[in-house]
Structures are given as structure tokens and as C-alpha cells.
């Protein structure tokens, strides 16, 4: 899975690890936007979120995450790159397609190896086909038309592109591949001044609910702390170590992520992290880790010792929307699923991926089951959007 491939005078290579590619070509096309200074506006698909991802063993062998990056070149250049990974299992996507694997192996096939693009274990949007500034469209074709050839050349089920951007799965789709709509909970900055602007623009049953769940959190005997950059401690990770181990052993099985990787994190990335450590009684009790985007503050993982009621609201989603909006972003990133999001302020906002599949007769099934899907999206998220915790338009004139 090495050999160069030629698309349009544009030399496509698979590489066997991000070892094999400088940091600077590889974030010249994955966060141009960070040539100036400043955050890029995904972390997830930088060199060295990828990269500490592979020394920390977190991905390679034994993980069912082989990493096999892509980079095009043109005329010596390094114009795109995508973060490309043989699956042997379908673990740790977020975008559910157990069964199509299903599907698949009923049918007599071998649904695995796949190859994904994706950023591993993180379900937030971002681009997926990464191109230098100037190559958009020739990079991406090239990217696309190598996987789909990689992925045919070596009989494999298929190909999926995971939590791209919307303009990237509307380009996809215009390539042939499938366009798959799902929907998670985002919180949106509607240019707030603090986190009491934001309870205003609810209804009068959800701020005070939300006060009532704020007040509950903040009484559980101790102290919350967001902490960033060199404020982040080794005590803080090994606490967080045990919280995500609680929390990963009880929904995965296992944990995804191994020790290595919170250390390689705070070597190489603590200033892209924000960090809420709940502490009583001298005891780190309770963290939830979160990533900083350029516009976007991304939540991943909570994890706690003991339990207290309504913490987990306080340190995944009030403590994220108290930070993106003193820090003027535009909007937290939650995660995948959780209806219970939607009472605090987190809306049901469409993802997207994309698929493909060499087989003519699955790929049509696939289809007509993605067009079902889709309707079926589109009235959950409409229904749920009505449900939301905003005050309507009578209510608002009623105030003023």
C-alpha cells in the first residue's frame, strides 16, 4: 500500500506513519491558518494531534487503526494530504455502520479491512482532505481518486471519509461517492456578553433550570478549575488518566487512548487543551478535557471518582460555554449523541461523511438505506430544533 500514484500529474504516496512527512508540510495544508500564530481551527488533524496518536501506541498495530496518511504532490510540492487509516473493526468512528458490516458479511463478503479518513476517536468536524491554500480543488480530486484506487486495487469493502465539512461531502458526492447527513448538539455564540446573556435568551422553565443545575454542581464541596497551557500539572492527566479510564471501561470495554497519549498531549499540545478539574477535600474528584479551536471549543472526554449531582452538566457544558464566550468563540462541540444536550443550550446541527463502495449491488442498497436515513434526519433534527430551550418569538415580545 506504497506505491506512488499519478492523478493528473499530481504523485500521490501511502505512508506508513506521520514519521515519514515534516511537521511543516503536513500543517502547510492542515491548518494554513496557523502561518500567523493562532490556534488552528481544527486540532484534530494536525501533525502532532496525529502524530502523538501513533507514539502513544493509541493507533498502529493491535489498535485496528493502521495509520496510513496520504500525501499529493505537485511539481515538488506538497499541496494535500489526508489522514487515511486501515480499519479492522468499527470502533471509535462515531458514524455507526455496523450495519452495512453486517450486511456485508451476510451477503458473503469480508466487510473488513475498510479504509477511513478520520481523525481517530473524535467525532468533530473538520476538513478531512487537506489542502494547501490554492490546490482545494485539484487536491481533493486527487486525494479522492487515489483512495477510491487504493481501495479497489486492493479489495477492500470500502472507503469512508468521516466528519468532513459539508462543502467537502457536496465536492464528495460530486466525485461519486455517497453523502451520508447525521446530526449531533452544538451550542452556538450569538455574540453573548456572559453566561447570563446566554440564560436570557431561554425560556423562563430552562434558565431557571439551568441556574438550579449550576447552583447544585457548584455545592458539591469543592472547587472547578479550567486550566490551560503550563497551569496543566502531571497530577492533573494521571487524575484524568483514572476519570477517562471509569468512563472509557463503562461505555467501550475498553479505553481507547492509552497513558502515553495524555502525556504526549501535554508535551506537545497543552496549550491546545482546556482542562476542567473538579477538586475536594485536596482530591481531584471529577475532569472533563476539552480541545481549543480557532472558533471552537471541542469536548471530549469526562470522567470522574465520585459522583455528584449535576457535575456533569457543570464541567462538560456550562464550564464550555462560560469559556467560548469569554474567549469569543463561536461555538462548543460537544460530542456525539445526548439528547439531554438540548435542554442546555446544545442544538441538534447536521455532520457529514462519505462512503464508497466498489461493489455496484451493495453500494445501491446503501443508497436507497441513506436516502431513508436522510428523511428521517431531516425530521428529527426539525422536531427537536422546536423542542429547543429558546424562548419564541412571542415569548421574547412579551419581555420586551
Known sequence: MTKPMEQDSISVTVLHGLDQ?????????????????????????????????????????????????????????????????????????????????????????????????????TPATGRRFLTRPGFEAEGMSALVQAAV?????????????????????????????????????????????????????????????IRKERQRAQAFGGSIHMLTGDAIEPRHWEAFWRFYQDTGSRKWGRPYLTRAFFDEVHRTMRNDVALVMCERDGRLVAGALNFIGRDTLYGRYWGCTEDHPCLHFEACYYQAIDYAIQHGLAR?????????????????????????????????????????????????????????????????????
Open 149 to 209: 484506487q487504493l481501495t479497489a486495487e486492493n479489495g477492500l469493502s470500502s472507503l469512508h471519509a468521516t466528519f468532513c465539512t459539508e462543502a467537502e461531502a457536496i465536492a464528495g458526492e460530486s466525485m461519486g461517492l455517497q453523502r451520508r447527513v447525521t446530526q449531533q448538539f452544538h451550542w452556538f455564540n450569538d455574540g453573548y456578553a456572559d453566561f447570563d446573556a446566554f440564560l436570557a435568551a431561554l425560556s423562563s422553565r430552562k434558565r431557571k433550570a
Open 21 to 121: 512527512i515534516a511537521e511543516a508540510d503536513w500543517d502547510a495544508c492542515a491548518c494554513p491558518e496557523t502561518a500567523e500564530g493562532g490556534a488552528p481551527f481544527s486540532p484534530f488533524t494536525t501533525w502532532r494531534f496525529l502524530r502523538a496518536l501513533e507514539v502513544s501506541g493509541s493507533v498502529g498495530p493491535g489498535t485496528g487503526w493502521e495509520p496510513h496518511p496520504m500525501v499529493a504532490e505537485k511539481d515538488g510540492q506538497v499541496i494535500a494530504v489526508c489522514p487515511l487509516y486501515a480499519k479492522g473493526h468499527s470502533q471509535g468512528e462515531y458514524i455507526f455502520d455496523h450495519s452495512f458490516a453486517q450486511a456485508y458479511d451476510q451477503a458473503g463478503g469480508s466487510y473488513y479491512p475498510k479504509l477511513q479518513i478520520a481523525a481517530p476517536f
Open 332 to 400: 462548543v462541540e460537544a460530542g456525539a449523541q445526548g439528547e439531554h444536550k438540548l435542554a442546555r443550550g446544545y442544538l441538534p446541527s447536521e455532520t457529514h461523511s462519505l462512503h464508497w463502495f466498489p461493489d455496484k449491488g451493495f453500494s445501491r442498497a446503501v443508497a436507497h438505506y441513506l436516502e431513508a436515513e436522510l428523511r428521517a434526519v431531516n425530521e428529527e433534527v426539525e422536531i427537536l430544533t422546536a423542542y429547543g430551550p429558546f424562548r419564541k418569538t412571542t415569548d421574547r415580545e412579551e419581555t420586551e
